[in-house]
């Protein structure tokens, strides 16, 4: 039997698939802490399959520290599973302070639901507007044209005080309008 040097152990594999298996099942439960556990197992895999990806055990990655014949360890998937680690211990400490303040506040940490999310989830089913234009009614307009005609200060100050520079008086202020 052939074995290639970059061949992974089918063990390791099948522990990466398990894990991100579990953590994505985990995070689509409801429970903060289960989210997290998600999150965990969900960040421990993908460190797996970095380490996985790095090839097989070799010397440690500094030149001269091991013999020529010597395989030497890729020192770039080490690095990228330390900064995942850091990035996990983070997010873990969030989510963390966010299930404890759910806890104080309302003696659980599941998340509820949204309920303007399942209103306009409703109504997209339907085909309904999200919105009722109430004083379509009075003006006879849309919203659409109603925002068109609005007055815009900061275009309206713009134009005055371009109008100003133009003609040269534009050195003392409007009154009410304070030093510029």
Partial sequence: MIVLENTPSL???????????????????RPLTRVLLGIILLSNGANLMLLVA?????????????PPTVRMSDPLAQAMILTAIVITLALSAFILAMAYRSWQLHGHDEVAD????????????????????????ETGETLDEE???????????????RVERERGDGDEPEPGEGPR
Avoid at 58 to 64: L, N, Q, T
Avoid at 121 to 129: G, L, S
């Fill in 11 to 29: 063990v390791l594999v099948l522990a990466v698939g398990v894990l991100c298996g579990a953590g994505v099942y985990l995070l689509l439960e």
């Fill in 54 to 66: 790095g090839g097989r055990a070799g010397a440690s990655p500094i030149v001269g520290n091991a």
């Fill in 114 to 137: 949204d309920v303007e999310d399942r209103r306009v989830a409703r109504q997209a089913a339907v085909n309904e507007p999200a919105f009722v234009d109430t004083d379509a009614a």
């Fill in 147 to 161: 925002a068109a005609g609005l007055y815009d200060e900061v275009l309206e100050r713009a134009e005055r005080e």
